[in-house]
C-alpha cells in the first residue's frame, strides 16, 4: 500500500474532516459530533493507504481554531 500524510482535520466540520479522509483514501473513526477537536493519528503523520483515523469531535465552538 501507499504511504500517505494525515491531514489536519482539527477545527474543521465533521462532515468536512470524513469526505478529506476518504478522498485521501483513509478510513474515519468518528466519536462526537460537530467539529474536530482531536485527531490520531496527528497531522503529519506517515500512514498507510486505507489506515484508520479516529476523530474527537464535539459540539463546542471552545477552543476551536480559525477555518484554514
Not at 465533521?14 to 483513509?26: C, D, F, M, Q, R
Not at 467539529?35 to 493519528?41: K, T
Not at 486505507?50 to 464535539?58: D, F, H, K, P, Y
Request: hydrophobic letters at 40%.
Amino acid at each position: 500500500p501507499n504511504t500517505l500524510i494525515t491531514p489536519d482535520l482539527e477545527g474543521r466540520a465533521l462532515a468536512e474532516a470524513v469526505e478529506t479522509l476518504i478522498t485521501s483514501k483513509l478510513s474515519p473513526q468518528v466519536r462526537g459530533t460537530g467539529v474536530v477537536r482531536a485527531q490520531e493519528p496527528p497531522a503529519g503523520a506517515l500512514v498507510t493507504e486505507g489506515a484508520t483515523v479516529r476523530l474527537l469531535c464535539s459540539l463546542s465552538s471552545e477552543g476551536v481554531n480559525a477555518p484554514r
